[in-house]
């Protein structure tokens, strides 16, 4: 091994180039990430925005060329015809109400049902993951008639509970299958020295591996919300009155054949995401906490 100056050196100057060239590639690599971050949240939010911005200008501006982004003259009188509607309150209230009520079974049941597949062996258990992800791959369409004729002899067409029941047929399943990757990730050992200490199962699943999987519930629960809240046709089909419908399909009654409502469409539009908006900003850590986690198998 060289100890002269001259080999130190060299070694020196060999250290300080890897050490910039690294330095320069995690920059590189960090700039590309930045551009392409950018670049998605315009992609994403640019619609939205335009479609916020859009329900604030008179009818006049919405069809101006070349199209304005910021309105010139701001107004609210899309927002007031809108809710002149009193059926606008019970399309809000309706979705609020559906939504919230399939959040909580969704994250329930997938729950209970995720951590039964993945913590305990019975027959027939691979069937059965099988079974909900052939379920979550079915396209809702597929459902329609299916699902209404079903409910039409149940007696349940035209009510919350048939459309609560179409909603779970789309968002079970999802999440189940989503629960199952956040309990693989946790180690068997844990469980075993919990029963070894004493503890049932029951304990063992409240103490242990649920507070340990918290953040994937509330990431399912807020995807169960979002797929309950936007979906359309489900929800068209399994309500016949008025005051029954969603707000997605409250907007329909805006779109004919012969004219559409651009104006009172971006109102409405604005008030279906707000709500959405809001819950991420509530709980916006637990999710990125239970998406990454349930990305890698520990």
Same mark, same amino acid.
């Given at each position: 091994?060289?100890?002269?100056?001259?080999?130190?050196?060299?070694?020196?100057r060999t250290g300080d180039e890897m050490y910039k060239s690294v330095k320069k590639?995690?920059?590189?690599?960090?700039?590309?990430?930045?551009?392409?971050?950018?670049?998605?949240?315009?992609?994403?939010?640019?619609?939205?925005?335009?479609?916020?911005?859009?329900s604030f200008k008179p009818g006049v501006e919405?069809?101006?060329?070349?199209?304005?982004?910021?309105?010139?003259?701001?107004?609210?009188?899309?927002?007031?015809?809108a809710f002149r509607n009193e059926n606008v309150i019970h399309y809000f209230l309706n979705s609020l109400y559906i939504a919230t009520v399939v959040m909580v079974i969704d994250m329930?049941?997938? $729950? !209970? +049902?995720a951590y039964s597949l993945t913590r305990f062996k019975f027959a027939g258990r691979k069937i059965i993951l099988v079974s909900v992800l052939a379920a979550y791959c079915v396209p809702p369409i597929m459902l329609m008639l299916p699902m209404y004729r079903i409910m039409n002899t149940l007696g349940f067409s035209g009510s919350h509970l048939g459309v609560i029941i179409g909603h779970?047929?789309?968002t079970l399943p999802f999440s189940v299958w989503l629960m199952v990757s956040f309990f693989k990730k946790l180690p068997h050992e844990i469980d075993e020295?919990?029963?070894?200490?004493?503890?049932?199962?029951?304990?063992?699943?409240?103490r242990i591996d649920f507070p340990l999987c918290v953040s994937g519930v509330l990431s399912t629960g807020i995807m169960a919300f979002i797929m309950s809240w936007n979906e359309f046709l489900l929800s068209s089909v399994?309500?016949?009155?008025?005051?029954?419908? $969603? !707000? +997605?399909?409250?907007?329909?009654?805006?779109?004919?054949?012969?004219?559409?409502?651009?104006?009172?469409i971006m109102a409405l539009g604005t008030i279906t995401t707000i709500p959405v908006v809001i819950l991420f900003a509530l709980v916006q850590k637990y999710f990125v906490e239970g998406m990454t986690a349930g990305a890698v198998k520990g």
């Open positions: 091994m060289c100890s002269s100056p001259v080999c130190l050196r060299t070694e020196e590639t995690k920059l590189l690599t960090a700039v590309i990430v930045a551009v392409i971050v950018i670049f998605l949240v315009i992609l994403v939010g640019f619609p939205l925005a335009w479609m916020a911005l859009s919405l069809f101006t060329i070349p199209p304005k982004i910021m309105p010139e003259n701001w107004t609210l009188e899309w927002y007031i015809q329930i049941v997938g $729950t !209970l +049902t779970l047929t789309v020295a919990a029963l070894m200490d004493g503890a049932n199962e029951w304990q063992v699943f409240a399994l309500t016949n009155k008025e005051s029954m419908k $969603t !707000l +997605t399909v409250g907007l329909a009654n805006y779109i004919s054949s012969t004219h559409i409502d651009w104006g009172i």
